[in-house]
């Protein structure tokens, strides 16, 4: 077994708080073969496919590798911007907004890193990047408002199994979820007002969360409560009465039976029944990425009109608009209180001088 060397910690700096933001990820390119590695790697994860491995891998490799990068590809190609995919760029971009808000509020130094729990930038490199950061004190912060073992957990798997290498690990915390935060919550009922001064109030308003197997809900994954929390959250700091607004699940793959409604399903019948206006949000999603660009702005907006549904809208995700970017900043000040004060630089002048000495007469390296 070989760690990761540690000896490039910088003792004699200042010890500094690490906030490292993990999405989920997306491919570096919408080729196809780019997003065949991105949904290799994802698909491969037992959180969020918990098949038994054999089965499941020949399952993967021998069909859905083969089919799903073609099409998810040219999906991809749809949405694709100048920056690259939208969910990093806007990943980014909140990035660069907390790391200014934490340093005009925090007393001492800060550096936020970004890393995609698939693809790049790879956790292992965000953890480089705090520990050559000096960051002794890591808070670990999943951009999932609600928490499933399929997103929240695997963040945390990743960043602890990369930590399995490092010889000198840093402290950790965890953000394990925020979907009832009231900033949260207010600055989605402002997103959905600002939408309504544009576009007028739509007959009915559909919260469109990202789905998961019905099967990892009966087993205890608190997902499912925590989005109906949110939207009722929601629903009643906009005082809508509660025959306007209906809560649904979208993205489902494969042949089981996922979390219902279906968004897709209730989006034909409401067609279908002559409704006249609908506007759509998805707020399980912190950024807007193929999940909401393609498929419910596009996609799910042909479905409805075309059974014959009238005025159809979709109400972006908060992104880094101002009062998210505080929301963000809000919860990470609170997490970061509490720990103990920093006397001083972790290992001091006269240790690692100590230590250099005796690297030298033992022969270690490390
Ligand atoms: C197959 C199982 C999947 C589970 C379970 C799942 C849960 C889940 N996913 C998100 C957020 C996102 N998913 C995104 C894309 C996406 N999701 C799956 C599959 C599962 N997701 C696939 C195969 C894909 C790739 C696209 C495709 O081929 O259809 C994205 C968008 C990424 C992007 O690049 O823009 C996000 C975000 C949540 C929140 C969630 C469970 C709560
Ligand atoms: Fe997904
Ligand atoms: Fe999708």
């Not at 408002?145 to 963040?155: F, K, V």
């Amino acid at each position: 077994m070989s760690f990761v060397n540690t000896l490039d910690f910088r003792h004699d700096s200042p010890e500094c708080l690490g906030v490292l933001l993990v999405n989920l990820g997306t491919p570096d390119t919408p080729g196809v073969p780019d997003v065949r590695r991105y949904l290799a790697e994802f698909l491969w994860d037992p959180r969020v496919v918990e098949m038994a491995r054999l089965p499941w891998w020949l399952l993967l490799h021998g069909m859905i590798l083969r089919t799903r990068p073609a099409r998810s590809a040219h999906a991809y190609q749809s949405i694709w911007t100048e920056d690259g995919s939208p969910l990093l760029a806007i990943a980014r971009r909140q990035a660069t907004a907390l790391q200014g808000l934490l340093e005009a509020r925090l007393p001492g130094p800060v550096r936020v890193a970004l890393a995609m729990r698939y693809g790049n930038p790879s956790v292992p490199a965000a953890l480089a990047e705090l520990k050559a950061a000096n960051a002794r004190r890591v808070l670990v912060f999943p951009l999932y408002p609600q928490y499933s073992a399929s997103t929240t957990a695997s963040a945390f798997d990743a960043v602890t199994r990369e930590l399995t290498r490092w010889r000198w690990l840093p402290e950790l915390r965890f953000i394990n979820q925020y979907h009832d935060e009231p900033g949260y919550i207010d600055a989605l009922a402002a997103s959905i007002r600002e939408h309504w001064a544009r576009h007028g109030e739509p007959e009915r308003l559909l919260f469109s969360f990202h789905g998961i197997p019905r099967d990892y809900f009966e087993q205890g994954d608190p997902y499912h409560c925590q989005c109906q929390k949110t939207a009722r959250l929601v629903a009643e700091r906009l005082g809508l009465a509660r025959e306007r607004w209906f809560l649904s699940f979208q993205s489902r793959l494969g042949r089981q039976e996922w979390l219902r409604p279906y968004t897709d399903e209730t989006l034909k019948e409401w067609g279908a029944a002559g409704v006249k206006s609908v506007q759509v949000l998805s707020p399980g999603f912190s950024a807007d990425c193929l999940e909401t660009l393609e498929e419910v702005a596009i996609e799910n907006s042909h479905l409805f009109q075309e059974a014959g549904g009238g005025s159809y809208s979709y109400i972006p995700c908060l992104n880094d608009r101002p009062d998210h970017m505080t929301m963000l900043a809000d919860l990470v000040v609170r997490h970061s209180g509490g720990w103990p004060e920093v006397s001083g630089p972790a290992v001091d002048a006269a240790g690692l001088a100590e230590r250099a000495s005796r690297a030298r007469t033992m022969g270690a390296k490390d």
